[in-house]
């Protein structure tokens, strides 16, 4: 961190002064995480029309946290990574056995998850405004640690995406010929989810529940209104969640207002301007 902080300090900002606000450094550095995170899995959540999975994944990793804080963990992360996961895998089981749409598994999850959460959280008398904090997030609470679990995720997420995106891709776009050429459907959107209920997880506390959907969403909506291959998909999709996640983040500390909900009126923004230039694409 230290060579992270001394580079910061070359930075034209108040808040980038040596031996000043690490917590505002801590917040752009786990935004350079994170805004690639959500800005890759966007294509693929735009492509699998699964815009209101992450939300649904975000309301179980809720439920994971307050039974956490009810056994009386002081990290209750890991529990709510470990139920999204479950989460995610039951989900792909369940779309997979059934001939439902999946907005309608995703719904049935959603609501589920949604009830348990506030249902373990109230239970016995307790208070729910002790969980206000989960629904808008707090960015500047970013720890190091957790940056390094971040970038960690990242980097494997990066050799995933090198792996295995034309398979992800082909698959999302059209199923039947993915599996007519021998590309296992089922372990691909697993892997998928999977991957995603770790990010939504991770994130969630400091993005905030209700407008990490978004985050998931409008950036691979925004590089599909001006892509013209899937190359310029990813770059643009990729583009626009890092520089709206730094504007947000910037904005944010000088308005006082929320970053995620900052970040995603930024990348709303975007999407409104790459829509009106969407005819000049071709």
């Not at 966007?42 to 039974?67: K, R």
């Not at 929320?258 to 975007?270: D, H, Y």
């Amino acid at each position: 961190m230290n060579v992270w902080y001394t580079l910061v300090d070359l930075l034209p900002f108040s808040w980038a002064e040596p031996g000043s606000m690490f917590f505002m450094k801590n917040a752009l550095l786990a935004v350079l995480v994170i805004s690639p995170l959500f800005g890759l899995m966007s294509t693929m959540v735009v492509e699998n029309n699964m815009s209101f999975f992450s939300d649904a994944l975000g309301h179980s990793a809720f439920t994971g946290l307050a039974i956490g804080a009810i056994c009386g963990l002081t990290d209750a992360t890991w529990p709510a990574v470990l139920l999204a996961v479950t989460f995610a895998l039951l989900f792909t089981l369940v779309e997979q056995k059934s001939d439902m749409a999946s907005d309608t598994v995703i719904g049935v999850f959603s609501a589920t998850a949604v009830a348990l959460g506030i249902f373990v959280s109230t239970l016995d008398g307790r208070s729910f405004t002790k969980f206000n904090t989960l629904l808008i997030g707090d960015i500047l609470s970013v720890s190091p640690e957790k940056i390094g679990i971040l970038a960690v995720i990242l980097a494997l997420i990066c050799l995933l995406w090198l792996l295995r995106m034309n398979q992800m891709t082909l698959s999302a776009v059209h199923p039947a010929l993915a599996d007519s050429r021998g590309v296992n459907l089922t372990s691909q959107r697993a892997i998928f989810n999977v991957t995603v209920a770790v990010v939504v997880t991770l994130s969630m506390t400091w993005v905030g529940l209700l407008v990490i959907n978004s985050l998931l969403v409008l950036p691979g909506a925004a590089a599909r209104n001006i892509a013209r291959n899937m190359r310029q998909y990813f770059l643009f999709s990729l583009l626009g969640a890092v520089v709206c996640g730094i504007g947000g983040l910037m904005l944010s500390f000088y308005i006082g207002s929320s970053t995620g909900a900052s970040i995603t009126l930024l990348l709303a923004v975007w999407f409104f301007v790459t829509f009106a230039f969407r005819g000049r694409r071709r």
